[in-house]
T-cell receptor, first 115, second 113 residues
Framework: GAVVSQHPSRVICKSGTSVKIECRSLDFQATTMFWYRQFPKKSLMLMATSNEGSKATYEQGVEKDKFLINHASLTLSTLTVTSAHPEDSSFYIC???????????FGPGTRLTVL | KQEVTQIPAALSVPEGENLVLNCSFTDSAIYNLQWFRQDPGKGLTSLLLIQSSQREQTSGRLNASLDKSSGRSTLYIAASQPGDSATYLC????????????FGAGTRLAVHP
């Protein structure tokens, strides 16, 4: 079946540093990938839609200069949290939409903790 | 505004009970609806996907229904087991923005022996 991986699965960093999270579709191509954020005991909030070869589309209220998204290939999208602060601590989940099945497949998530 | 709501927020049942989780959405122009399972600290596992042209989908002990006219979907779990304990999320995509999934807040299910 379609598999989406995320790396790292867990990261702890100091305030002010930048953190890059990778999202890969392992056995299918995805022109569109999505980045979500989840707070404890809350649902997933869509942050941005990442399209291969073009600029990401950000949801209202999401700072594009804070959360940099790059979708350089049909199997890889990256989310960089720049100048991270403790309030950026969260669970970040990506999904990839399969060209073949038009279905979104979700990654296992990345737990970011900013000290 | 397109919204997805899930009730109850939490549910605790004894093992063996049949149960129903509810999901409602505000826009009848739905493209599809998915039910997911999420274990603590983990990602999402897709359970069932219902296209707008379908009324229900079944997988094992799970059955999901979709009623566009009333803006509702239900997830029926038969003969619940402790291993079913998790958070169940429903998510809808709507016509015109079919790539975008809007999630409900989830139902936290605990099945006790």
């Amino acid at each position: 079946g379609a598999v989406v991986s995320q790396h790292p699965s867990r990261v702890i960093c100091k305030s002010g540093t930048s953190v890059k999270i990778e999202c890969r579709s392992l056995d299918f191509q995805a022109t569109t990938m999505f980045w979500y954020r989840q707070f404890p005991k809350k649902s997933l909030m869509l942050m941005a839609t990442s399209n291969e070869g073009s600029k990401a589309t950000y949801e209202q209220g999401v700072e594009k200069d804070k959360f940099l998204i790059n979708h350089a290939s049909l199997t890889l999208s990256t989310l960089t949290v720049t100048s991270a602060h403790p309030e950026d601590s969260s669970f970040y989940i990506c999904s990839a939409r399969s060209l073949a099945t038009d279905t979104q497949y979700f990654g296992p998530g990345t737990r970011l903790t900013v000290l | 505004k397109q919204e997805v709501t899930q009730i109850p927020a939490a549910l605790s049942v004894p093992e063996g009970e049949n149960l129903v989780l509810n999901c409602s959405f505000t826009d009848s122009a739905i493209y599809n609806l998915q039910w997911f399972r999420q274990d603590p600290g983990k990602g999402l596992t897709s359970l069932l996907l219902i296209q707008s042209s379908q009324r229900e989908q079944t997988s094992g002990r799970l059955n999901a229904s979709l009623d566009k006219s009333s803006g509702r979907s239900t997830l029926y779990i038969a003969a619940s087991q402790p291993g079913d304990s998790a958070t169940y999320l429903c998510a809808a995509s709507f016509s015109g923005g079919y790539n975008k999934l809007i999630f409900g807040a989830g139902t936290r299910l605990a099945v006790h022996p």
